[in-house]
């Protein structure tokens, strides 16, 4: 997993888990052992750190490790188990004739008590760098920047055939292995479970849930405080992508509002007050 830049994402009460010593040792629901390194970021509300198996020499691996009362990595967690099981994936890739999707893998979790406090841990892949970096550096041109929305778009797809949506999606939450262009979707905090044995959930909107997600990109539903939606994970992207190609072009400012329309409203700290209320 990559360090990552949070932009201005509607806060909650969560608490951050205290630091992990380097060589702690835990142990996922298969028993397995897993050496915590160097911290390595901090997403949301979960803390970081490479991992590797114990007899293992180098750590391939990432470990997002948050209090047990957090709402977010318990979410995460139960949609890595329930949706990105390898072997979901490859049938996925095979039967859409497909050389890469851009999910994530699952490959462990746990609940703990690690010196008298109740965590969590999710095992991830490592992953080199996310989007956001490849944007603020120019590393990307137009056409590589339709590529990568066209994989982020097979990525939902595939997020909308198990029932979920995702309501986060930004530069920040795509993440790269080697190629500039392969992008992975993270940071599944935020998902929801919009259908259930077949039967969709009734949508009514709630206030207490009104701009969830990244306000420069939150779809017109979640600023009713709608559930997220399929519906709503297009829109989401499109906003993004309005913001990406503005941020392509020579010399264009790299704010997280460029190209929107409404960043005037967003850059202004008496209006973004306002949004909050």
């Given at each position: 997993?990559?360090?990552?830049e949070?932009s201005a994402?509607?806060?909650?009460a969560?608490?951050?888990?205290?630091?992990?010593e380097?060589?702690t040792v835990?142990?996922?629901?298969?028993?397995?052992?897993?050496?915590?390194?160097?911290?390595i970021?901090?997403g949301g509300?979960g803390r970081?750190?490479?991992?590797?198996?114990e007899?293992e020499k180098?750590?391939?691996?990432a470990?997002?490790?948050?209090?047990?009362?957090?709402?977010?990595?318990f979410?995460?967690m139960?949609?890595?188990?329930?949706?990105?099981?390898e072997?979901?994936i490859?049938?996925w890739?095979?039967s859409?004739?497909?050389k890469y999707l851009?999910?994530?893998?699952?490959i462990?979790?746990?609940?703990?008590n690690l010196?008298?406090?109740?965590?969590?841990f999710?095992?991830?892949d490592r992953?080199?760098?996310?989007?956001?970096?490849?944007l603020?550096?120019?590393?990307?041109?137009?056409?590589?920047?339709?590529?990568?929305?066209?994989?982020?778009?097979?990525a939902?797809e595939?997020?909308h055939?198990?029932?979920?949506a995702h309501a986060?999606?930004?530069?920040s939450?795509?993440?790269?292995?080697?190629?500039?262009?392969?992008?992975?979707?993270?940071?599944f905090?935020?998902?929801?479970?919009?259908?259930?044995?077949?039967?969709?959930?009734?949508?009514?909107?709630d206030?207490?849930?009104?701009h969830?997600?990244?306000?420069?990109?939150?779809?017109?539903?979640a600023h009713?405080?709608l559930?997220p939606?399929r519906?709503g994970?297009l829109?989401i992207l499109?906003?993004n992508?309005?913001h990406?190609?503005a941020?392509?072009h020579?010399?264009?400012?790299?704010l997280?509002?460029?190209?929107l329309?409404?960043?005037?409203?967003?850059?202004d700290p008496k209006?973004r007050?306002?949004?909050?209320?």
């Amino acid at each position: 997993m990559s360090v990552r830049e949070c932009s201005a994402v509607k806060t909650t009460a969560y608490s951050l888990a205290q630091p992990v010593e380097t060589g702690t040792v835990l142990q996922d629901s298969l028993k397995r052992k897993w050496v915590i390194g160097n911290a390595i970021g901090q997403g949301g509300f979960g803390r970081i750190y490479e991992v590797k198996l114990e007899g293992e020499k180098a750590y391939h691996y990432a470990a997002k490790i948050e209090p047990q009362e957090n709402g977010p990595l318990f979410t995460e967690m139960h949609f890595y188990m329930r949706a990105c099981s390898e072997n979901a994936i490859n049938s996925w890739k095979s039967s859409h004739s497909l050389k890469y999707l851009g999910i994530p893998r699952y490959i462990s979790s746990r609940s703990i008590n690690l010196n008298k406090t109740a965590l969590r841990f999710l095992v991830m892949d490592r992953f080199s760098g996310d989007f956001e970096s490849t944007l603020k550096n120019r590393e990307i041109s137009a056409s590589g920047i339709l590529e990568v929305s066209a994989n982020v778009l097979s990525a939902l797809e595939y997020m909308h055939s198990r029932d979920y949506a995702h309501a986060d999606i930004k530069a920040s939450n795509l993440l790269h292995l080697s190629s500039k262009q392969e992008v992975y979707l993270a940071d599944f905090g935020l998902v929801h479970l919009f259908r259930s044995k077949g039967v969709h959930t009734v949508e009514k909107p709630d206030p207490k849930f009104r701009h969830n997600g990244t306000i420069e990109f939150c779809s017109r539903d979640a600023h009713t405080g709608l559930p997220p939606s399929r519906r709503g994970d297009l829109e989401i992207l499109l906003f993004n992508l309005i913001h990406w190609l503005a941020r392509s072009h020579l010399n264009a400012p790299q704010l997280h509002s460029t190209g929107l329309p409404w960043g005037y409203l967003i850059s202004d700290p008496k209006l973004r007050a306002l949004i909050w209320r």
